[in-house]
């Protein structure tokens, strides 16, 4: 089947049931007191299918104030037995159990339940206030002095349907004050009776007015009725306090007057104090007055850090005759007596929460001080977090007026960035502190690039245009903020030439300065100084320059003459043999000599060189790396090394002993073994045949001898210009290559 159809069959049925449900009918509010029941009719209704009986019963706080039909549900159920479609009424008596019941809105639930259904009916139910009494006096209110009687009657009435036990009672006011009967008395319905109160402030009594009342309650339950009143007692003896508008300054300890007299009829002692205000203190804390005396006492209000404004306290003056207290509050008003303010601040003129400044430059605060207090006040003023000092130092300044303090701030010390100091103002009575902040740029700073000129620099007196660093290429920036002018100039030599002499710059704009180097034909070979000065606006910045001076006149006469040696650096066997020699080069002449480059005969070689002019007796250090091959097995022997200088070519031979590195205990294989026994032993045998092989080249190289005695020694072939000046016959570069590359090789013997 259709679940759609079911689900609908369902709610149908629902509907049907709850349409044939039964009820009750009726008016279900009723309003009562507790003397007589609210009486209402109910019906039953037994609207469903089928006959069945119903029990009906009270439930919740108020069960037992109903009665359906003669019985009371709340303690027994009733029971009705109804047919399908019958109908009987219910009669109820509703009454609240007890006349201690306060009037109100209350509930009572029904519960009923049959064989098929159950349901309930709230019952809502007022009870009407059935006990009451009324509350009168003959007077609003009533005046006295201290220890004066009057009397007064209060008429209390019973408003109520029944007799009552009535309470009377007076609140507010002191019992020792009052005289009037506390018992209860029966008050019947409709009647009122009158009670007697004797009323007597004490002789310390207050002079205020006290505001109390009269009551009147009906035993056992909560009701009152009441009158308020009000009690104003005059003093008898009455002490007046009084004092002229109160001021204080909070920077010092400040006095006023207070002026009290006794305006009673008798003398009286006083004690006296002050409440309410910590700062505040009496001068004289005892004071004796006779009747109409007036005096004047001190109040001191000592420095405090509270606020400005106004503050209440009060003056205590305590009778010892009467035993009473009179109070008469002031105020004082707290003032900033003392005191000034930042009314401007200008850095340079202007007026920016951030100022910035010049490094270049100096910065100029002036802070405006305004007294707006009531006293004059002396000030100083100082800084922290930067060098400057405030002028004037310190200064009188009266109320209403201003003062202009000055801080020169030296920024030459200081590097751009934004930086902070704080101004401290202070004085007897007052300081105070402020930060502040400025930013600092370098607005005149200039970036010089030297190029070559950072090392010295070598110049040929022979030939200007050969000179390679020349001419030379200032470079200028200008990296401030503000366009400038730069000067240039040059100091020392007259032959260092320069241009353009000044010229300005804009704020990252570059330009070039040359410089030209031009010594006579006959400046001495020499190294000189000359000084590069660069200027501008709060810019000075100068540069040493060393020029070395070669050729020329005096460059033809000297003659070069240079002497060379080395000394055996490593030597390590791999692939090929490869042999590192240090050589030291030394002009022995009397003037400059510029070493070029440097090339070995007949080996391959590599130099680590660069070139450089040597001063007589300066020596130029180099490294010769050597790759002689493995079959290579000379131990001594003679590497030509060919000295290109300004002045010609000069060889010079380098005498190399490989035996020399075994003295001095260098590997000559470049590894040292260490990971074991073993292996250590293996590294000997190895160096023993190595030594073995050694010898045997050794030997087979004796066998050579002789005919290397018949030949000329390679060092005839390298002969000095010196040598060749004295008349010996000198050979070629050529000739000597060629004799060098006919040399036989000498082979190693093998071993059998």
């Known amino acids: ?10 709610i149908f049925l629902f509907l049907l049931a709850a349409a044939n449900a039964s009820a009750v009918t009726g008016n279900f509010s009723v309003s009562v007191d507790c003397l007589s029941p609210a009486q209402a009719v109910f019906s039953l209704n037994n609207d469903s299918a089928q006959g069945q009986t119903f029990r009906i019963s009270s439930v919740g706080e108020n069960k037992d104030w109903i009665n359906l039909n003669g019985k009371w549900v709340g303690k027994e159920a009733l029971e009705i037995t109804l047919a399908s479609g019958e109908a009987k009424n219910l009669y109820a008596f509703i009454k609240p159990q007890s006349c201690y019941t306060q009037p109100g809105n209350y509930e009572i639930t029904l519960q009923f339940a049959g064989a098929s259904e159950s349901f309930s009916q709230i019952i809502s139910v007022t009870v009407r206030p059935s006990r009451s009494v009324s509350i009168d006096v003959n007077a609003a209110s009533f005046e006295l002095r201290q220890c004066e009687q009057k009397n007064f009657t209060a008429t209390i009435a019973n408003t109520g349907r029944s007799d009552e036990l009535v309470s009377f009672f007076i609140k507010g006011l002191p019992d020792q004050w009052l005289d009037y009967s506390k018992d209860a008395f029966l008050l019947e319905k409709n009647h009122s009776k009158q009670v007697l109160v004797k009323l007597k402030p004490a002789c310390s009594a207050q002079a205020k007015e006290y505001p109390f009342s009269v009551q009147a309650t009906i035993q056992s339950i909560n009701f009152v009725a009441q009158k308020s009143l009000a009690l104003k007692i005059a003093d008898a003896q009455q002490t007046i306090i009084s004092a002229n508008p109160l001021k204080s300054c909070k920077d010092k300890e400040t006095t006023a007057q207070i002026k009290i007299k006794n305006s009673g009829r008798l003398a009286d002692s006083l004690e006296l104090s002050v409440s309410g205000l910590p700062w505040a203190s009496i001068s004289q804390a005892a004071l004796d007055l006779n009747s109409g005396e007036e005096k004047t006492i001190d109040v001191s209000f000592k420095k405090t850090d509270s606020t400005a404004k106004e503050y209440p306290f009060v003056i205590v003056a305590h009778s010892k005759l009467f035993g009473k207290d009179t109070e008469q ?46 006293e004059p006040i002396d000030v100083s003023l100082s800084l922290t977090g930067i060098t ?28 751009a960035g934004d930086k902070n100091f704080e101004l401290a103002i202070s004085s007897n009575y007052f300081s105070t502190k402020e930060k502040f902040s400025f930013r600092a740029i370098a607005c005149y700073a200039l970036l010089v690039d030297y190029d070559g000129l950072n090392n010295s620099i070598d110049v040929n007196a022979s030939d200007s245009k050969g000179n390679k660093a020349n001419p030379f290429t200032v470079k200028i920036k200008n990296t401030g903020t503000k366009k400038t002018t730069v000067n240039a100039d040059v100091a020392g030599e007259n032959w260092v030439y320069f241009q353009p002499g000044s010229f300005g710059l804009e704020a990252g704009q570059e330009k070039e300065i040359y410089l030209y180097f031009d010594p006579p034909y006959d400046t001495k070979n020499s190294p000189y100084n000359a000084k590069l000065s660069i200027s501008a606006q709060h810019f000075s910045e100068s540069k040493e320059i060393i020029a070395n001076v070669y050729g020329g006149l005096y460059g033809a006469i000297g003659k070069a003459d240079v002497s060379a040696s080395g000394e055996l650096g490593n030597v390590t066997q791999a692939v090929e043999k490869t042999v590192e020699i240090g050589i030291s080069i030394k002009n022995d002449s009397n003037s400059i000599v510029k070493i070029t480059d440097l090339n070995a005969f007949g080996y391959n070689a590599k130099f680590d060189f660069s070139e450089k002019s040597l001063a007589p007796e300066e020596e130029l250090q180099a490294k010769m790396t050597l790759f002689l091959g493995k079959d290579f097995n000379e131990t001594q022997f003679t590497v030509p090394i060919r000295i290109f200088t300004d002045k010609g070519e000069i060889v010079r031979d380098i005498q190399i002993d490989l035996n020399a590195q075994k003295k001095q205990q260098v590997p000559i294989f470049g590894w040292i073994p260490t990971a074991s026994v073993k292996d250590l032993a293996m590294v000997v045998l190895i160096a023993i045949v190595i030594v073995l092989a ?5 030997k087979s190289r004796g066998t050579f001898s002789k005919e290397e005695d018949k030949e000329e020694k390679i060092e005839s072939y390298w002969k000095a210009p010196e040598e060749e000046s004295t008349g010996a016959k000198a050979k070629s570069l050529e000739e000597i290559t060629k004799k060098i590359k006919s040399r036989p090789k000498k082979k190693a013997k093998k071993r059998k």
Not at 392 to 415: D, H, M, R, Y
Not at 694 to 698: A, E, H, N, R, S
């Open 1 to 10: 089947m259709n679940s759609k159809i079911i689900f609908s069959a369902i």
């Open 329 to 374: 509050e002031f105020s004082v008003q707290l003032q900033d007596c003392y005191g000034v303010a930042i009314s401007s601040v200008k850095a340079n003129g202007q007026e920016t929460a951030v100022p910035e400044a010049c490094i270049e430059e100096q910065l100029v605060y002036e802070f405006e001080l305004f007294n707006s207090k009531a």
């Open 388 to 415: 400057a000092q405030a002028t004037p130092a310190t200064a009188t300044i009266q109320p209403g007026q201003k003062q202009v303090f000055k801080a020169t701030i030296s920024l030459a010390n200081e590097t």
């Open 694 to 698: 050694i010898v045997i080249i050794l």
